[in-house]
């Protein structure tokens, strides 16, 4: 059964600084990644989506890389600012494409002002 | 483009009563429908999968007599909560997809049982 872990629980940085959040899952076999964004009683977001040939995507200032080999995905957040303070999801799609997603925990991100 | 929406997007009912939650592709057709409960400070898990015109398939340790999914038709599926308990208040969110491609979101409903 697939798990997917994001690494930290909960991160806090001054704004203006660049930050990555770590997400790992235990089986390769995934057809696609995908990273949200969820703010406090509300539904999601889509970030960046990685197909699983694909290396990396990027968007604005986000940047999403895969190493589908070793399970792991990361998300870069350059120049942080106090409106992406929420919490962000990583989730993988099983290959073949046709299941729902899985889901990691969560890094709930607050950026000081 | 690739809008889903879901309605109620808050209820509140009393224990042993059903609600129903709908969820609906405004701008495409959804082969596939996804439903998903988060419960406070946990991720989505998900709980049913449901194709257009066929029964849903159901996760494990998810009872498909109290968790009634219905999608008939490519921009409607259903999801009846019944005989609801405090223990089901929860946060359910339905995504919807056109196939092996990106699933597309719903803003949620926020289900509280008394």
């Known amino acids: 059964k697939q798990e997917v872990t994001q690494i930290p629980a909960a991160l806090s940085v001054p704004e203006g600084e660049n930050l990555v959040l770590n997400c790992s899952f235990t089986?390769?076999?995934?057809?696609?990644l995908q990273w949200f964004r969820q703010d406090p009683g509300k539904g999601l977001t889509s970030l960046l989506l990685i197909q699983s040939s694909q290396r990396e995507q990027t968007s604005g200032r986000l940047n999403a890389s895969l190493d589908k080999s070793s399970g792991r995905s990361t998300l870069y957040i350059a120049a942080s600012q106090p409106g992406d303070s929420a919490t962000y999801l990583c989730a993988v799609r099983a290959w073949g494409g046709a299941d729902g997603l899985t889901f990691g925990k969560g890094t709930h991100l607050i950026i000081q002002p | 483009g690739a809008v889903v929406s879901q309605h109620p997007s808050w209820v509140i009912c009393k224990s042993g009563t059903s609600v129903k939650i709908e969820c609906r592709s405004l701008d495409f057709q959804a082969t596939t429908m996804f439903w998903y409960r988060q419960f406070p400070k946990q991720s989505l898990m998900l709980m049913a999968t449901s194709n257009e015109g066929s029964k849903a398939t159901y996760e494990q340790g998810v009872e498909k007599d109290k968790f009634l999914i219905n999608h008939a038709s490519l921009t409607l599926s259903t999801l009846t909560v019944t005989s609801a308990h405090p223990e089901d208040s929860s946060f359910y969110i339905c995504?919807?997809?056109?196939?092996?491609?990106?699933?597309?979101f719903g803003p949620g409903t926020r289900l509280t049982v008394t």
């Open positions: 995504s919807a997809g056109t196939g092996k491609y990106e699933q597309y």
């Open positions: 089986d390769s076999a995934i057809y696609n």
